[in-house]
């Protein structure tokens, strides 16, 4: 079973933040969360990843709460190509993903 | 560096035949591992290769199988086909074989069963 729990969609407008939200309550201290996306019918994406201190690249954001209880994905600046649905994961101790139904965010002109 | 391949990428056949799909890791990866993507069950994990094993597996029947070549690309096999095989199939690689090392994932081969 998926260890992280997001809500199922979310709107942005075009040009601001968006804030993507996951719990993962069960997560151990030497577990990672990753963050992926896909784009309808393409294979997913990486986009970031981080153990307990923020992390930032050229796609995003990933801010860990210090309890590493929940964490949220920064895109600072929404286009509309960031339209796709967005999967929060904590890979098991083999490193295999379990995908849950993820976010499906929609960024609006 | 090139990305994950896959072949081919779209694929038609009837129930009951076999299928192999083909997956190329990026350069120095050599852990592979398989995904199957329907509608109704998302995103479900097959099985992981790493040096020419197994090292690890989901929940799939024996008509699911594998393998990986010393070059570290990969192949899957689905024998006996049945109408619900149809789905995207990703594979994805990482590297050099560390279980937390993430996976890059391929485009896909969309397989339709009819």
């Known amino acids: 079973d998926a260890k992280t729990t997001q809500p199922p969609s979310m709107d942005c407008a075009e040009g601001r933040a968006a804030n993507l939200p996951c719990n993962h309550s069960?997560?151990?201290?030497?577990?990672?969360v990753y963050w992926y996306r896909q784009i309808h019918s393409q294979g997913p994406q990486y986009i970031i990843h981080g153990l307990k201190n923020n992390e930032t690249n050229e796609m995003a954001s990933l801010i860990i709460t210090e309890d590493r209880k929940s964490s949220t994905l920064i895109l600072p600046h929404a286009t509309l190509r960031d339209t796709a649905v967005y999967y929060c994961?904590?890979?098991?101790?083999?490193?295999?993903?379990?995908f849950g139904q993820g976010t499906t965010l929609q960024v609006k002109p | 560096k090139a990305g994950v391949t896959q072949t081919p990428r779209y694929l038609i056949k009837t129930r009951g035949q076999q299928v192999t799909l083909s997956c190329s890791p990026i350069s120095g990866h050599r852990s592979v591992s398989w995904y199957q993507q329907t509608p109704g069950q998302g995103l479900q994990f097959l099985f992981e290769y790493f040096s020419e094993t197994q090292r690890n597996k989901g929940n799939f029947p024996g008509r699911f199988s594998g393998r990986q070549f010393s070059n570290s690309r990969s192949e899957m096999n689905v024998s006996t086909l049945e109408l619900g095989d149809s789905a995207l199939y990703l594979c994805?690689?990482?590297?050099?074989?560390?279980?937390?090392?993430?996976?890059?994932f391929g485009p896909g081969t969309r397989l339709l069963v009819l």
């Open positions: 069960t997560i151990s201290g030497n577990e990672y």
């Open positions: 994805a690689s990482s590297s050099p074989g560390r279980s937390q090392e993430t996976q890059y």
């Open positions: 994961i904590v890979p098991s101790n083999t490193g295999k993903l379990i």
